[in-house]
């Protein structure tokens, strides 16, 4: 096991899992006439490099392109324009086994949980699913694999029977953080994973996410537009601001001398959940 300061000399020094350069991912908006399209650039250019035991805040306005970022990221969104590269390999032309390998080491915690999780299967199905499609272990190994996930994530073993509904939203949550874990990835993409909660539990599951990631040596990218939450979890910080990273830094650098106006800005907006 390393010790904290072993864990941050080794993520300085690992090698990026994964790596975006220049990343564009434009769209042809609604509102443009067939001659004349508006293009809405929802990330304009972003390079970032993701690796084990760092975590990344991204913050920004509503509408600045956190969500098309994470999205890239993930493998769901084609970026239009850019390179991204899986542990040194070109990320944007896969085949099978390559998106099976990158399925099981990237996951993502969506905002709402509710939406998140299939309201007609059990915990203990929702936590095994992964685990089928990638053809984890054999019956026994699974069940113990939802045992240990549940004891993971602070769910009692009860929990394993229950539909979503039957469980408070926080709790939800925690299953799909359980979920996003089943197959041990490397990196885990967090999408304003407490927006969406009561307030009195926005504070536990940030600190679930800070404890996993440091257990597990986890690297994660933590979007929020909320500042204070991003401070709370991140090691590095990125501002975002249409479409582009206008500011990064360690937390102290961008909160005790932020150089963009817009950063201020956001330094200056609305009181926060960790003061509640
Ligand atoms: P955020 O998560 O920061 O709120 P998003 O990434 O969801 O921002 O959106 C960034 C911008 O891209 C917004 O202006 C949004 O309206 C636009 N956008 C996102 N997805 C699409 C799409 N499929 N088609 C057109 N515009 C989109
Ligand atoms: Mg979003």
Do not use: W
């Not at 443009?32 to 970032?48: T, Y």
């Not at 984890?136 to 993971?152: A, C, H, M, P, Q």
């Amino acid at each position: 096991m390393l010790n904290t300061q072993g864990r941050e000399a080794v993520a300085r020094v690992s090698e990026p899992i994964i790596e975006l350069k220049d990343i564009k991912v434009y769209h042809r908006s609604r509102t443009g006439g067939i001659f004349k399209p508006n293009i809405v650039k929802a990330v304009d250019g972003v390079s970032l490099s993701i690796r084990r035991g760092e975590t990344i805040g991204i913050v920004g306005e509503s509408g600045c392109g956190k969500s098309t970022l994470a999205s890239v990221v993930v493998g769901l969104q084609k970026p239009t324009d850019g390179q991204m590269t899986f542990k040194g390999r070109d990320a944007l032309k896969r085949n099978a086994a390559f998106r099976k390998e990158f399925g099981s080491d990237i996951s993502i915690i969506f905002q709402d949980p509710a939406t998140a999780l299939n309201p007609r299967m059990t915990i203990q199905d929702i936590l095994k699913d992964p685990l089928d499609v990638h053809g984890i272990g054999d019956k026994s190994g699974r069940d113990r694999r939802v045992r240990e996930l549940l004891n993971l994530v602070g769910l009692p073993q009860s929990a394993a029977d229950a539909m979503p509904s039957q469980i408070s939203g926080g709790q939800r949550q925690r299953v799909a953080i359980a979920r996003a874990l089943a197959l041990e990835p490397k990196i885990i993409v967090a999408d304003e994973p407490t927006s969406a909660l009561d307030v009195s539990v926005r504070a536990q599951v940030l600190n679930l996410l800070s404890d996993l990631k440091e257990e597990l040596f986890l690297g994660m990218v933590f979007i929020s537009h909320d500042i204070q939450t991003v401070r709370y979890v991140s090691d590095r910080i990125c501002v975002m601001n249409k479409g582009k990273i206008v500011e990064q830094g360690s937390a102290e650098q961008v909160f005790d001398h932020p150089t963009q106006d817009y950063t201020r800005k956001l330094l200056g907006a609305a009181p926060t959940l960790l003061h509640v």
